[in-house]
């Protein structure tokens, strides 16, 4: 699976981003994506994630309610819409997937086998 995350900018507090991630492979529709962000100097954290067939999401406690994971299977796209976007938001968000051998969805990027190259989100205050 190649991943390709867009969408990324510079919005202000308050304001709602949607972020793109783009798959290519045929085990897109049998593998749990997920998404991570990793602001400067503080180790990548996990966002939330799909479970393979896309039916439920699962998210970072401190994110619920912010934050919703999709995904459309016809274009291979997977989609994080936040919003009430806050300043400590701010990080490079990256899209994830776990092999297809693996069901669970997981917290931990060790986890996942392919990634994204990462779009910036910056707010303001």
């Known amino acids: 699976v190649q991943l390709q995350a867009s969408g990324g900018g510079v919005v202000q507090a308050g304001d709602s981003l949607r972020l793109s991630c783009a798959a290519s492979?045929?085990?897109?529709?049998?593998?749990?994506m997920g998404w991570f962000r990793q602001a400067p100097g503080k180790e990548r954290e996990f966002v939330g994630a799909l479970n393979r067939n896309g039916s439920k999401a699962f998210y970072q406690d401190s994110l619920k309610g912010r934050v919703t994971i999709s995904r459309d299977i016809a274009k291979n796209t997977m989609f994080l819409q936040m919003k009430m976007l806050k300043p400590e938001d701010t990080a490079i968000y990256y899209c994830?997937?776990?092999?297809?051998?693996?069901?669970?969805?997981?917290?931990?990027?060790?986890?996942?086998?392919?990634w994204g190259q990462g779009t910036q989100v910056t707010v303001s205050s």
């Open positions: 492979g045929s085990s897109f529709s049998s593998s749990v």
């Open positions: 994830a997937a776990r092999s297809a051998h693996y069901g669970l969805i997981r917290k931990t990027p060790a986890d996942y086998a392919y």
